[in-house]
Each structure stands twice: as C-alpha cells, then as structure tokens.
C-alpha cells in the first residue's frame, strides 16, 4: 500500500470550511483514498473514500487530484465535535481490507 | 445493532501473566481485526481474519495469538504479558470498503 503524508496539525474556525490535504505520490491505479477520524480515544470512524472521481456525502467531500498523486478532504461547516485527528489511507479495495494507518492529521476547530 | 463490542474495558496486568481480550460484532461481516494504538502514534494491526476459520498476522503479531471462534467473535490473547503490551486494542469488523471499529480496551502491564 502506498504511503500517505499529512501535515500534523491544523486549525480551523467553526463555521468555516476545514480543508485537510494528503500527499500520496506513490499511489497505485487499483489503490482507493481512504479518510477516517479519529475522536478523542474512541475507534477510529470512516469518513468517505474515491478512486479518481470526486466524492461527497453528508460528512464530508473528497478531492482528488487529476493525477491522483494528491486529495483534500473537505469539512464544509466545521464543528466543535468535528475536532479530532483526521487519517488519510491508501489502499487496494476489497481482499482482507487491512488498513496502514500514520500518524494523522490533528484537527482543532475554534469557536 | 450493537455493532463491535470489546471487553474488558479497562485491564491492568503484571508482567508475565495472560488475558484474553474479547470482540463481537452483530454486522454479518466475514472480515475483522485486531489493531493496538500506542500513545501519540496511529494504529498498527496485530492480526486480522478475512473469514470465519482463517487468520493472518500483521504489522506486530509477536507476544499475541488470535481465535476466530465464529463469524461474530475473534479473540486476542496475551500468552506472557510485557510492559512494551501496554496499549490500546481495537478490534474492527468491515464490509468490502468500511471498518466499523469497537470502543477499545486500556491494557496497561506493570
């Protein structure tokens, strides 16, 4: 599975868009863009995923670039409870749906 | 649907004793996992089952064994617990693309 590179840390205002990046350069033709978060010390909740097409649902909307070598993730009105560190995975679909997790982004919204 | 359930919640353990760490999911799904988190770090997985009968290691399987009892249950057992088993473990089930995954236990070895 290819890697991921996500910033640390961001914050964003409540009310406004959150807009978190990934870099996946390495990312393979069959291998999907996988965001999940994860609050506080709960498990780790899915989010949305795509493979080259842009994805929307009533979380959240996926971004990926044309070449596919990049993604952002979109929170389109942040909320308090949207504070929480964001993982962006790649990974082929289907088989054992085993997942690689990094480090994350950790996402502050600030009222 | 209680969805993945894990017990115990919490578990403090001396060095070189064992325990087994429990996970049901009531989702029908064929495929689940067990991952420890360590703290500031993502999540690593120990083992998963993509069928009722089969299991496979992972990223650290060392110092665990897993049981797929059923479809619904897939147990971790820590034969000689050790400091470095100190953690948090979730257990996760999925479908062919989501993994919905348990609240987690606190292991912590002295």
């Known amino acids: 599975d290819a890697k991921t590179t996500q910033p640390p840390s961001m914050d964003c205002a409540e009310g406004r868009a959150a807009n978190l990046p990934c870099n996946h350069s390495?990312?393979?033709?069959?291998?999907?863009v996988y965001w999940y978060r994860q609050i506080h010390s709960q498990g780790p909740q899915y989010i949305i995923h795509?493979?080259?097409n842009n994805e929307t649902n009533e979380m959240a909307s996926l971004i990926i670039t044309e070449d596919r070598k990049s993604s952002t993730l979109i929170l389109p009105h942040a909320t308090l409870r949207d504070t929480a560190v964001y993982y962006c995975?790649?990974?082929?679909?289907?088989?054992?749906?085993?997942?690689?997790f990094g480090t994350g982004t950790r996402l502050t919204v600030i009222p | 649907n209680a969805g993945v359930t894990q017990t115990p919640k919490f578990q403090v353990l001396k060095t070189g004793q064992s325990m087994t760490l429990q996970c049901a999911q009531d989702?029908?799904?064929?495929?689940m996992y067990w991952y420890r988190q360590d703290p500031g770090m993502g999540l690593r997985l120990i083992y998963y089952?993509?069928?009722?009968?089969?299991?496979d290691k992972g990223e650290v399987p060392n110092g665990y064994n897993v049981s797929r009892l059923n479809k619904r249950e897939f147990s971790l057992r820590l034969e000689s617990a050790a400091p470095s088993q100190t953690s948090v473990y979730f257990c996760?089930?999925?479908?062919?693309?989501?993994?919905?995954f348990g609240p987690g236990t606190r292991l912590t070895v002295t």
């Open positions: 996760a089930s999925s479908t062919h693309y989501e993994q919905y």
């Open positions: 390495t990312i393979s033709g069959n291998e999907y």
């Open positions: 795509g493979l080259k």
């Open positions: 995975i790649v990974r082929v679909e289907g088989g054992a749906n085993n997942l690689f």
């Open positions: 989702m029908n799904h064929n495929s």
């Open positions: 089952s993509a069928s009722e009968g089969t299991t």
